[in-house]
C-alpha cells in the first residue's frame, strides 16, 4: 500500500493567487515527520517546509504553509500568492519515527509528485 | 559551501556494461541515500546507509550495488543485471537521528544506448 498518496497528477494556478497542494499519508508510528519538496526542470530538490507529528501548530515558511490535520492523516501545502517561479513538480515525504539505528526507519518516503503550472 | 556533489549530469551507457555515480558530501552527514526517478513514480529509494560501512537495501535495490567506505562518499554502481537503467538518480545526504530533511544532489541522468 501506499505510504504517501498525491491525487493531483497536475495543477494549475493563476499567478498570485494561493493554491493547495494535497497529501495524505499512512503510519502506525506515533513519531514522524512530514516534509515537502520542490523540483524545477533541472531536476535539483529543493526542500521547502517541514512538519512533525507532535507540533501542535501548522508550519510555515514565507509563502509555504503545511495544513497539517492529523486525525486525517494529511500534511497539504498551501502556497500564497503563487509565483511564475513556482512553477515545479512538488513532493510530499514522510519519515517514519526512528529512536534507534538499523531497520527502515529513517528513510525518506516519497509521494509520486504534483505538477505545478502558474498562469501568468 | 557545504553541499553534495554528483557526477557525471549527464551518463551514456552501452548495454552490458557497468557504470559508476558519484556522490560526495561534506555536510558531515551520517546517512546517504540513493533514489531513482522515473517519469510518473515519483523517487523510490534504491540503497541507504547509516555509518560507514554500512548500508542497506532500499525497495528497488536489485541490479545495483554500492560501497560505504568514506563517510563522504557514496557511489552507485548500475550493474549489467539492472534491465532497465535508464532514469534519473539522485543522491541525499542527512542526518539520521531526529527529523530533519534530507539534502539532494544535482542529480545525474542516465541513459543506456
Known amino acids: 500500500a501506499q505510504k504517501i498518496t498525491q491525487t493531483q497528477p497536475g495543477m494549475f494556478v493563476q499567478e498570485k493567487e494561493a493554491v493547495t497542494l494535497d497529501c495524505t499519508y499512512d503510519t502506525s508510528d506515533q513519531s514522524y515527520g512530514l516534509f515537502w519538496y520542490k523540483q524545477p526542470s533541472s531536476g535539483e530538490m529543493i526542500f521547502l517546509i517541514y512538519q512533525g507529528s507532535y507540533d501542535e501548530q501548522n508550519a510555515t515558511e514565507g509563502r509555504y504553509s503545511l495544513n497539517f490535520q492529523k486525525a486525517r492523516k494529511s500534511a497539504n501545502l498551501v502556497i500564497s500568492a503563487s509565483q511564475l517561479g513556482d512553477s515545479a513538480m512538488y513532493f510530499c515525504?514522510?519519515?517514519?519515527?526512528?529512536?534507534?539505528?538499523?531497520?527502515?526507519?529513517?528513510?525518506?518516503?516519497f509521494g509520486k509528485g504534483t505538477k505545478l503550472s502558474v498562469k501568468p | 559551501d557545504g553541499g553534495i556533489t554528483q557526477s557525471p549530469k549527464y551518463l551514456f551507457r552501452k548495454e552490458g556494461q557497468n557504470v559508476t555515480l558519484s556522490c560526495e558530501q561534506n555536510l558531515n552527514h551520517d546517512a546517504m541515500y540513493w533514489y531513482r526517478q522515473d517519469p510518473g513514480q515519483g523517487l523510490r529509494l534504491i540503497y541507504y546507509?547509516?555509518?560507514?560501512?554500512?548500508?542497506q537495501k532500499g525497495d528497488i535495490a536489485e541490479g545495483y550495488s554500492v560501497s560505504r567506505e568514506k563517510k563522504e562518499s557514496f557511489p552507485l554502481t548500475v550493474t549489467s543485471a539492472q534491465k532497465n537503467p535508464t532514469a534519473f538518480y539522485l543522491c541525499?545526504?542527512?542526518?539520521?537521528?531526529?527529523?530533519?530533511?534530507?539534502?539532494f544532489g544535482q542529480g545525474t541522468r542516465l541513459t543506456v544506448v
Open positions: 541525499a545526504s542527512s542526518i539520521w537521528t531526529g527529523n530533519t530533511e534530507a539534502f
Open positions: 546507509s547509516q555509518i560507514v560501512n554500512d548500508f
Open positions: 515525504a514522510m519519515r517514519e519515527g526512528r529512536e534507534n539505528y538499523g531497520g527502515s526507519q529513517g528513510n525518506l518516503i
